[in-house]
């Protein structure tokens, strides 16, 4: 395809369950980070939320605490959790228990 590039830069992606969602990932490549992309991607991936329902989205990390906080996610206990994050491989099983569990109310 022409004008296409050649590999992606910037990734998100997210799990929708009715009120709830979670962040899943968010990668940005190394050459173009600081640039606001990575704003720009939860941005996007807050608005599809929003737009399917949701009221909050969860996320987990281990390196990106301070990124996401800048952008109005707060650290929460776990055990604050919803069934259906809960209920999901990257809060049972993939993420560390010394991961960060955030969330950010869509309605603020």
């Known amino acids: 395809m022409a004008g296409a590039p050649e590999s992606a830069v910037g990734l998100v992606g997210m799990e929708l369950f009715s009120r709830h969602a979670l962040l899943r ?5 190394p050459k173009v980070r600081a640039t606001g992309l990575g ?5 996007h991936a807050e608005a599809h939320a929003r737009a399917h329902g949701a009221e909050s ?3 987990l990390t281990t390196t990106a605490e301070g ?3 800048a952008r109005g996610y707060a ?3 776990r055990s ?3 069934e259906s994050i809960r209920g999901t ?3 049972a099983s993939l993420c560390p228990a010394s991961s960060a ?3 950010k109310h869509l309605s603020e």
């Not at 704003?39 to 941005?43: F, K, N, T």
Request: net charge negative.
């Open 25 to 29: 990932s968010l990668v940005v490549d």
């Open 39 to 43: 704003s720009r991607l939860v941005e």
């Open 57 to 59: 989205i969860y996320l």
């Open 67 to 69: 990124f996401f906080g």
């Open 75 to 77: 650290r929460t206990e």
């Open 80 to 82: 604050t959790a919803p």
């Open 89 to 91: 491989r990257e809060f």
């Open 101 to 103: 569990f955030m969330i």
